[in-house]
């Protein structure tokens, strides 16, 4: 972040600059839009903005959180959010419990999976006994890639990330890089996530799509390293690391046949 980011008090508002992803560029520089608090943390803030559908989300994260494509990244202490916020017209806004002003001083490429070789034997050993939160027959069926398979996981587990679309994300990530064909789990994706899990998970699952993911992903999928990405979250990483590995073991398996 350097000194891109910085924060500071005049006329009795907190201005804080940072770097948002490119993802959200037309969030920020687009039309004002309402927007109402999804969470709140010591390093995150999570809006969900305006009234479309599927609703987007807009993440506000210090520095050492977990970079999401769809972030804005800051090097201060987040400020309490207040109910409602703004975001648009350069800037997201809130007024209580204290005037607060972000903006992005630059943008930065969220992370993209490329053309990926498939290392499901590195990958299986070093996720074999972590907790992914999701019953193992879930995910098996996943591996038949049907849209039924899709929906069993899609909104499963609790929290704003529930541990079913990590898996999905997961593979989706994976399917793209290792060039498999994950027809009908994407097309399910694309057209129920909006109202079959949280607003936060479908953007991530969108994210995923488009082939954009937390960086914590390419080791694990580029070269069978996931030590960092099991450290995202408490089952967030594993869940993503296992359908990563289902991904690059139906990958390894048709270019056999």
């Known amino acids: 972040m350097g000194r891109t980011v910085r924060a500071r008090i005049a006329c009795g508002t907190m201005h804080i ?17 309402r927007a109402s608090v999804l969470g709140a ?10 009234r479309g559908t599927p609703q987007r989300v807009l993440a506000i994260l210090t520095a050492d959180a977990v970079r999401l494509p769809c972030a804005v990244v800051v090097n201060a202490p ?4 207040g109910p409602v916020a703004t975001v648009g017209d350069g800037a997201v806004r ?20 490329r053309p990926a070789a498939p290392r499901a034997l590195a990958l299986r050993a070093a996720i074999d006994r972590a907790d992914t939160g999701v019953a193992d027959d879930l995910v098996r069926a996943l591996g038949r890639r049907t849209a039924a398979a899709a929906r069993a996981l899609l909104g499963r587990g ?40 949280t607003a936060l998970s479908a953007q991530l699952l969108r994210h995923a799509l488009a082939g954009e993911c937390v960086p914590e992903v390419l080791p694990a ?37």
């Open 17 to 33: 600059r940072g770097a948002a992803g490119s993802a959200v560029q037309d969030l920020l520089e687009g039309p004002s839009q």
């Open 41 to 50: 943390g010591p390093r995150a803030i999570y809006l969900a903005v305006g």
């Open 78 to 81: 987040l400020p309490q959010p």
């Open 94 to 113: 809130w007024d209580r419990p204290a005037c607060v002003t972000i903006t992005a001083a630059r943008y930065w490429p969220p992370a993209r999976v």
């Open 158 to 197: 609790p929290g704003l990330t529930p541990a079913g679309d990590d898996v999905l994300a997961g593979f989706l990530l994976g399917a793209r890089a290792y060039g498999l064909d994950a027809g009908p789990v994407r097309a399910t994706v694309a057209a129920t996530a909006g109202a079959a899990t």
């Open 221 to 257: 999928l580029e070269r069978g390293r996931p030590a960092a990405l099991l450290r995202v979250g408490h089952t967030s990483g594993a869940a993503l690391a296992r359908g990563l590995l289902l991904a690059a073991e139906l990958s390894e398996r048709t270019a056999a046949a």
